[in-house]
């Protein structure tokens, strides 16, 4: 197994699904990495959900859901599905902040496991 694979796993993503979208080209897969990692989307739920805009906060969560998705990056996937379907009904909650902040430190965990892979990762 390969250190790209092996940081992958840890971090519990699922590095099969992600690497069979970039034809297994790990230097790809991390500059769309980095390419997530400067999109606004997550910066957008925030500013939306403090807003209470929540119909942008769906458009934005549903964004970051699809892109985590195809990225495979599960915990921070699963951790947006949450506050996506929640948000689906534009119905206002109080657990909206809580949500927001477990998507937030899925967000940080991604950027450390990008980190990781980084350094420790290409082939």
Request: glycine share 10%; with cysteine; aromatic share 14%.
């Amino acid at each position: 197994m390969s250190g790209f694979q092996t940081i992958f796993n840890a971090y519990g993503g699922d590095n099969s699904a992600a690497m069979g979208r970039f034809f297994g080209n790990e230097g790809m897969y991390l500059r769309f990495l980095d390419m997530f990692f400067q999109d606004e989307s997550f910066q957008q739920l925030e500013n939306a959900l403090d807003a209470g805009d929540l119909k942008d906060a769906f458009a934005a969560a549903h964004t970051l859901k699809g892109v985590a998705g195809n990225m495979g990056l599960t915990p921070f996937y699963e951790a947006v599905c949450v506050i996506v379907e929640r948000l689906r009904t534009e119905e206002p909650r109080k657990d909206y902040p809580v949500l927001c902040k477990a998507i937030q430190a899925e967000f940080y965990r991604a950027e450390l496991f990008r980190k990781q892979l980084k350094k420790g990762g290409e082939s």
